[in-house]
């Protein structure tokens, strides 16, 4: 299974912000992910593309690599707190207010679903057995119960 990532620092964002994004498209498969991403009306979702797509490009640099980018999917995404630029704001009667200008570091991790398994048919024919529901239990118990109590009478 390949597993590649890829990650953005100082994004002039704050982290909480980039966390609202990331959590959109965490466990997504990559074109649903960028299929979200165009339509999220929040500025840093065009950093998670560029992201996104840098990710999706190491995978396919990996040696084992499948060739099939509908297997890749968003197996992990975070965003941590960057350094905070400080700045002073000018106030009334001579005073300073303190502002920070937050930064994060984006990291976006994409990875390959395994490939589906097979259903094997026996030779006997049929379906594979399956276990049974537990209400599916209970209900037959309870009819042979029934059938055996008209045998009675």
Known sequence: MI????TARYVRTSAQKAGLVLDLIRG???NGALATLRFTRKSVAKDVVKLLRSAVANAQQKDGFSGDV???YVA???ADQGPSQ????PAPMGRAFRVLKRTAHLTVQVAERPAKAVAVVTAEGGE???R?????VK???SAAKRATKKAKE
């Open 3 to 6: 597993q590649a990532h890829a």
């Open 28 to 30: 997504k498969d990559v």
């Open 70 to 72: 509908d297997r890749l």
């Open 76 to 78: 992990a995404c975070y």
């Open 86 to 89: 400080k700045r002073v704001r």
């Open 128 to 130: 594979p057995k399956r």
């Open 132 to 136: 049974p529901r537990a209400g599916a």
């Open 139 to 141: 209900k037959s118990t």
